[in-house]
T-cell receptor, first 113, second 116 residues
Framework: GEDVEQSLFLSVREGDSSVINCTYT??????LYWYKQEPGAGLQLLTY?????DMKQDQRLTVLLNKKDKHLSLRIADTQTGDSAIYFC?????????????FGKGTKLSVKP | DTAVSQTPKYLVTQMGNDKSIKCEQN?????MYWYKQDSKKFLKIMFS???????INETVPNRFSPKSPDKAHLNLHINSLELGDSAVYFC???????????????FGPGTRLTVL
């Protein structure tokens, strides 16, 4: 079945890089996403990658996709205290239900000054 | 200017009661969704509607009934509330509902439901 796994916690110091990892099981995934949830707020789409790409860079964010290992990572360069949030990995399945996002359980990123 | 809004933000109620959560989007999107986020932050889709028509209906107790009076609104009515219904419920909308990044889902701020 469809499943998305993430580690639950990550703690880094301000200025360091953060790497949040995600694994997924369905090999027919078409798009993989990273969402950010700040405390008390809804989810905000950060970035996405198509499953035939290996890497995507967007300012401080770098997404790496290893399709063979079904492993997705999000690297945040020069992590700031404002990056403290929960980060969700999500996928959509080709031919799946319309707009059906499968979310991981989220990784809570804590940034220490 | 809020894109996706939900009311109420907090809802505290007794077991057995019936309650509704309202969602409105002013983005002109065709598709709206309800997600449930449990105490462990696990987020799972419940329903989606496209142009007032039910598209996704995941395994959700039939005590939960979505209602879409028009494509800008998707309300969630819950009958006979149980302790396990306590969660944060998020509404979202997207332009067409197709599984592509151009169909970005915009989320509301959430409604925290506590059943006592």
């Amino acid at each position: 079945g469809e499943d998305v796994e993430q580690s639950l916690f990550l703690s880094v110091r301000e200025g360091d890089s953060s790497v949040i990892n995600c694994t997924y099981t369905d090999s027919s995934s078409t798009y993989l996403y990273w969402y950010k949830q700040e405390p008390g707020a809804g989810l905000q789409l950060l970035t996405y990658i198509f499953s035939n790409m290996d890497m995507k860079q967007d300012q401080r964010l770098t997404v790496l996709l290893n399709k063979k290992d079904k492993h997705l990572s999000l690297r945040i360069a020069d992590t700031q205290t404002g990056d403290s949030a929960i980060y969700f990995c999500a996928e959509t399945i080709y031919g799946g239900s319309q707009g059906n996002l499968i979310f991981g359980k989220g990784t809570k990123l804590s940034v220490k000054p | 200017d809020t894109a996706v809004s939900q009311t109420p933000k907090y809802l505290v109620t007794q077991m057995g009661n019936d309650k509704s959560i309202k969602c409105e989007q002013n983005l002109g999107h065709d598709t709206m969704y309800w997600y449930k986020q449990d105490s462990k932050k696990f987020l799972k889709i419940m329903f989606s509607y496209n142009n007032k028509e039910l598209i996704i209906n995941e395994t959700v107790p039939n005590r939960f009934s979505p209602k879409s009076p028009d494509k800008a609104h998707l309300n969630l009515h819950i009958n006979s509330l149980e302790l396990g219904d306590s969660a944060v419920y998020f509404c979202a909308s997207s332009p067409s509902g197709s599984p592509t990044p151009t169909d970005t889902q915009y989320f509301g701020p959430g409604t925290r439901l506590t059943v006592l």
